[in-house]
Nanobody
Framework: QVQLVESGGGLAQAGGSLRLACAAS????????MGWFRQAPGKVREFVAA????????FFADSVKGRFTISRDNAKNTVYLQMNSLKPEDTAVYSC????????????????????WGQGTQVTVSS
């Protein structure tokens, strides 16, 4: 069982930056593929970014590519989402997710591929 807790959300101005963190419980965190998703009001949850268990592979949605980066610190059981050049359309609840990766460099981009989810953190970007 893995429990995920997000932090770092808040209010930012357009063009600004925020850094989200997702702290995971469990000794096997380093073997999990991780991802970030977001859900805006009235919209379906969408993929934002994914990172492999080692941190050696990453993948981003086109809407955030070049602005967001994803990283992880397996010693701290934490994955990060650095969000730069924020836009009002980035406003959403951001959630992290985890899935066993079997030490493969798999990148997971759909909600159904993930086993565990955090409760989410609100990000609001003002224009």
């Amino acid at each position: 069982q893995v429990q995920l807790v997000e932090s770092g959300g808040g209010l930012a101005q357009a063009g600004g930056s925020l850094r989200l963190a997702c702290a995971a419980s469990g000794r096997t965190f380093s073997s999990y593929a991780m991802g970030w998703f977001r859900q805006a009001p009235g919209k379906v949850r969408e993929f934002v970014a994914a990172i492999s268990w080692s941190g050696g592979s990453t993948f981003f949605a086109d809407s955030v590519k070049g602005r967001f980066t994803i990283s992880r610190d397996n010693a701290k059981n934490t994955v990060y989402l650095q969000m730069n050049s924020l836009k009002p359309e980035d406003t959403a609840v951001y959630s992290c997710a985890a899935a066993p990766a079997g030490l493969t460099e798999v990148l997971l981009t759909t909600t159904r591929q993930y086993y565990y989810w955090g409760q989410g953190t609100q990000v609001t970007v003002s224009s």
